[in-house]
């Protein structure tokens, strides 16, 4: 079993939707949750972390982190089609490990 | 600060060929990453680095798959011989840690690898 699982997708949505992505992980020992952006051709970037749980918001995006069913999640509100990308969770003990990655497409 | 700087952005070769893959990372930073993505598996941890020093070789896939950091400003990856499976865009990250686990890496832009 991978330590975390993403679908992903594609994704696509119209400009203004609210985009949801969701991650689970196998392991309730981490403590440190992350998502990147990751642009074509592009390496990924980081976006948002979060710590234990609880929730982050950053202006149109927010990270939950719900530890006792093991599920991040990133909701992105008001879509722009600049925000076509893909986006990867990780999660961090002393190394990262990435999910998938959702690809997401919006469109204008 | 440039960033992490890989080289080449791209490499086309024959399978058996030798490749290599440089790196230079952020200065100051005491961690670095060797990470290989493809749509089949996404991105997999390769081998990582603390002050030089590599810490995690687990997630090199073949003994034709090796990783140097001579120094902290450089790192190189190199395959031999390099086989049409290997084809990936293999990314290097650096970070700084300091005993902590939260910080972010950052990433190159990659190198994409063809081997025909």
């Known amino acids: 079993q991978k330590e975390v699982e993403q679908d992903p997708g594609p994704l696509s949505v119209p400009e203004g939707a609210i985009v949801s992505l969701n991650c689970t992980y196998s392991?309730?020992?981490?403590?440190?949750f992350m998502w990147y952006r990751q642009y074509s051709r592009k390496g990924p970037e980081l976006l948002m972390y979060?710590?234990?749980?609880g929730n982050k918001e950053d202006g149109r995006f927010t990270a939950q982190v719900d530890k006792s069913s093991k599920y991040i999640s990133l909701f992105i509100r008001d879509s722009q089609p600049s925000d076509s990308a893909t986006y990867l969770c990780?999660?961090?003990?002393?190394?990262?490990?990435f999910g998938a990655g959702t690809t997401v497409t919006v469109r204008a | 600060d440039a960033g992490v700087i890989q080289s080449p952005r791209h490499e086309v070769t024959e399978m058996g060929q030798e490749v290599t893959l440089r790196c230079k990372p952020i200065?100051?930073?005491?961690?670095l990453f060797w990470y290989r993505q493809t749509m089949m598996r996404g991105l997999e941890l390769l081998i990582y680095?603390?002050?030089?020093?590599?810490?995690?070789d687990s997630g090199m896939p073949e003994d034709r798959f090796s990783a140097k950091m001579p120094n902290a400003s450089f790192s190189t990856l190199k395959i031999q011989p390099s086989e049409p499976r290997d084809s990936a865009v293999y990314f290097c990250?650096?970070?700084?840690?300091?005993?902590?686990?939260?910080?972010?890496?950052?990433f190159g832009n990659g190198t994409r690898l063809t081997v025909t």
């Open positions: 990250a650096s970070s700084f840690r300091g005993g902590r686990y939260n910080s972010p890496l950052h």
């Open positions: 990780a999660i961090n003990d002393y190394k990262l490990s």
């Open positions: 680095f603390n002050n030089n020093v590599p810490i995690d």
């Open positions: 392991n309730s020992a981490f403590q440190y």
């Open positions: 200065s100051g930073h005491d961690y």
């Open positions: 979060t710590y234990s749980s």
